[in-house]
Each structure stands twice: as C-alpha cells, then as structure tokens.
DNA sequence: ACCTGAACACCGTTCAAGT
DNA sequence: ACCTGAACACCGTTCAAGT
C-alpha cells in the first residue's frame, strides 16, 4: 500500500505494448518528440527504460505503433454515405487527428511498414471509391491524389512558423520588415491576405479539397 | 605535404558554413538522416565535430540550412512562361528534388524557421500566380493546394515499402498472402494494379497534378 | 514472465586551452 | 580566428541477475 503510492499513478495498471505505445504518445504530444527517449518514456511510466522493451522490440517498432495509433483515430469511411461525402469527412477527420499529433506526419516518411490500423484505413478508402463507381485505376489515382493533400495540407500546418490558427501579427511584421524588398509578392500576400483579421490558414483547407473532389467527380464520370 | 596526405580530401579546403551544410547534405543521403551526427560529419570533413560550432550554431541550425539548401535545388517559376506550365514545371522539378533527399520531407515538420532559398521561393511561386491573372487570395488558395499536393507526394513517395519505382512482386505478394482476406480492397488494387508490369507510382503524380492544375484554371476564371 | 542495475558505444554541447 | 581534448549530461540497447 505504501510502495504502491511512492510510484506514479500510470504504473499501478499492468504493462502491455499497448500502454506503452499509448504512453509514448501522450508524450510525443506534451513534450514534442524529440523529448521521446526510452528513459523518459519509462520515467513516464513509474518504470526503468530496460522494462519497455519487455513490451516493444525496439525504438523503431515503437514509433511504428505510434504512427498506426494515430491512423487509427482517423475516421474510417462508412458504407451508407456517397463516395464524396465519405472522401471530405476523412480528410476532414485526419486534418484534425494530425494537428493534434503533429510529430506523426514527420514520422511517416521513416516508416515504411504500415501497421494494421493503417492498412484497414487505406482498404475502407479503397472500398468507398470502388462502391462509389470508380475503377481500380482510378481508385488509385484518387486515392493518391487525395491523400497526398490530406498529408501535405498537414505537413505545412506543422510547418508554419506562427502557431495554426490566427497569425501573431508581431512576427510577421518583424519578417517583413526587412524582407518587403526583397520578397514583395510574399509580402503583398502577407499583408493583404494572411494579417487580415479573422485569417486562418485552415480555411484553405476546404478549397483544396472541394477542387480535388470536384475533378475526380469529373474524372470518374469521363475517364480519360 | 606529408600532413595534409594523411587527412581526407575534403579537408583541404578551408571549412565554412556552406561547406558543413552541403557535406551534411551528401551524408544524409548516402547515410539516412539518423546516421547524421555532429562528430560523423565532422569525421567527413576530417576535422572534430567540435570545428562544426565555429560555422554552425547548433545542430538545429544546421538542420534549417540543410532543407533551405534542398529548396534552392527545386526549379523557380521564370517570368516568361504562362503561369500553369511555370507550376507544372516546378512541381515536377521538386518531385525529383525531395525524391532525391527523402530525408527534407521529414525534416520539414519540425523546421519552422525557413531559410531565404525558401523565402525567395515562394516569392516567385506567388508572383508567378498574381501575374497570371490569380487575385491574392486565389493565389494564396492556389499556393497552398499545389504545395500540399507537391510535399504530401513525396511525402508518401518516401514512405513506400518498396524502392520507388517497380513493386518488388515477392514482399507484396508475401504480405497480401497474408492479408487478402483482411484487407479484400487493398488486395485487389494490388493485384490488378500495383503489380502489374510496368506500374510506377510516379505516373499518379501527372494524374493529380493536371486534375489540380485544371480546377485552378477554372477557379482563377470564375470565381466563388 | 517480467523487471532491473550496470555497462557499452554512442549522442549534442560547453569550455578552457592551444595555434 | 579557428581548431581541439576533456568533460558533462544525455541516448538506445545488451545482458546477467534478480523476483
């Protein structure tokens, strides 16, 4: 009784790959994933870093996990809804699962074995479109069309130097300060577009993925 | 004489900040980005990791000047061409850049500070647009999807687990084997597609690119 | 079956000391 | 002005030893 209270409250529950992953995370999360090491993840824990790997054969499979977990909370396309539908509710969804797990788009290009979280995803997609009246050629082009924007759209959203949503107007003002010379359309679209009140990049999120949908609409109904 | 013959080639010419910056550049490529340390590159310039910090700050640094110098790499949009064949170019241009060093994509998440090669850039991507007729908030709108597409691309480019190119037949094969019940949809894109000869995943870039392409032609025309 | 302590070969970075 | 050796506080991972 007394032991168990000098320990962490997330060591009283059994450990499991699971938990493990689910912890590295939550960290990832906090902390960035830089801060991930083996031994921070067990400190985490109330555990010695040696105890993971009990769990988890490697750092490399652990990320592995990670990035399958996030694509797990990605919601899957129904059967009952149109193809269109189907299509902006996921990339509506991994928009969101992605900005809020930024580190696992950075992840993705080095891992390279797709967990099965992933796979049952790519395969709901797949259906969706072929139920939806697209070929298997042009099921792959939508599909990659489609997720490209969707990964891409969140890379730069990792990417920007202020944070997401509204622009802190001292920043970029600061940038452009000295740079209106040298760089005046960005300028231009800065000052006239990106520091206007209410901006949010975000927003350009529908229009990308409206103008995609539309052009597979197309493509699907006269195939080239 | 005889000193100098005993150190690598590399280490005759003095060292510098863009020497650094392009010997990290050579080494994450050859090596992978987690074989990049400060002493490792430091050994390939035949000096101590420790000479590094005279030319660099810190390894962030060094890690910002590595993606602006992939970046100055992509083709920038000329002024004389009309604005879709200039981004049409370009696009395909950074295809084969960041194919090149698969590493900037990753890279590209946890960099924030971007570098004048990307500044200047973007520069003449928006210029490019504003003198073809886009207003500044289509621009903008056009900016942002075309670059999603570009990087999300080569994002999932790196991420394949084959090389690129041609699907090694035997590792799809030995994963449907045991997923074709699991995963009916993604089998069947495999098979019929995927493996068949003569796929590359590179020819689903020219399919999203002119459907992107075209619906900007459309929105810079009309409107919303 | 699970956890741990000590150890190994690495990291990034500092700082005083050399030239 | 540039380079270095030693040191510090970290890494991932192994292995024999504990329970």
Redesign the pocket.
Known sequence: MARRAERPVEARA??SRERVVRAAVALADEAGIE??????L?EALG?????L???VA???QLLDGMVDLVFSEIDTPADDRDWKSAMRRRAISARGVLARHPWAIGLMESRTTPGPATLRHHDAVIGCLRRGGFSVAMAAHAFSVLDSYIYGFALQEANLPFDSGEATAELAQAILAQAADDYPYLTELTVEHVLQPGYDFGHEYAFGLELILTGLEHARDEPA
């Open positions: 059994r450990l801060s991930l090491s083996m031994r921070r067990g555990v010695e870093a040696m105890s790997y009990n769990h490697n750092k490399g």
